[in-house]
T-cell receptor, first 111, second 115 residues
Framework: DGGITQSPKYLFRKEGQNVTLSCEQN?????MYWYRQDPGQGLRLIYY???????QKGDIAEGYSVSREKKESFPLTVTSAQKNPTAFYLC??????????FGQGTRLTVV | DQQVKQNSPSLSVQEGRISILNCDYT??????FLWYKKYPAEGPTFLIS?????DKNEDGRFTVFLNKSAKHLSLHIVPSQPGDSAVYFC??????????????FGTGTRLTIIP
């Protein structure tokens, strides 16, 4: 089955630690995205990548980093510089101008 | 600066009646619009879209209307069913020559269908 997979579903991080969220898709989509959802804030774009080895900052990129070494994978690292990392993170992919398909999300909690 | 706005954070509708969710945008470069439905702790799922060359698109119980001059779109669900209870996000895209562009989302409207 084609789809987009995020792991883990739940993640706990101690303050000051970096943590990496995984996103894999087997839809052969060129574009991939990372969003963050906070209550009352909708979905805010962190980073997006339109092609392998290229990515652009979204609206709230500070404290995050990404890589796009393979078409199928777009991992997101939440660094210690992100002051308020507790949130629900969503990865998506798309092809052309069609709709984006989302993963099931990762809930990150800082303890 | 919120380029896509959903001014109603919540909406309650009686089962069987029409649900109307509204969305306004400010960026005149947007020319493709989408609606997503989201259940708690899940990723959004695509519902329906409309290109700026149209003013209406229909898919079963769901119809999206676009008023470009007013920079306004709406999603109509009729008849509303209990399973429609979810958060609905409006999203917009400015299509580039490259073909891919980021989606800009609104803040969402929580729809509750009352049995």
């Amino acid at each position: 089955d084609g789809g987009i997979t995020q792991s883990p579903k739940y993640l706990f991080r101690k303050e000051g630690q970096n943590v990496t969220l995984s996103c894999e898709q087997n839809l052969n989509h060129d574009a991939m995205y990372w969003y963050r959802q906070d209550p009352g804030q909708g979905l805010r774009l962190i980073y997006y990548s339109q092609i392998v080895n290229d990515f652009q900052k979204g609206d709230i990129a500070e404290g995050y980093s990404v890589s796009r070494e393979k078409k199928e994978s777009f991992p997101l690292t939440v660094t210690s510089a992100q002051k308020n990392p507790t949130a629900f993170y969503l990865c998506a992919s798309s092809i052309g101008a069609e709709e984006a398909f989302f993963g099931q999300g990762t809930r990150l909690t800082v303890v | 600066d919120q380029q896509v706005k959903q001014n109603s954070p919540s909406l309650s509708v009686q089962e069987g009646r029409i649900s109307i969710l509204n969305c306004d945008y400010t960026n005149s470069m947007f020319d493709y619009f989408l609606w997503y439905k989201k259940y708690p702790a899940e990723g959004p799922t695509f519902l329906i879209s409309i290109s700026s060359i149209k003013d209406k698109n229909e898919d079963g119980r769901f119809t999206v209307f676009l008023n470009k001059s007013a920079k306004h779109l709406s999603l109509h669900i009729v008849p509303s069913q209990p399973g429609d209870s979810a958060v609905y996000f409006c999203a917009a895209r400015a299509i580039s020559n490259f073909g891919n562009e980021k989606l800009t989302f609104g803040t969402g409207t929580r729809l509750t269908i009352i049995p």
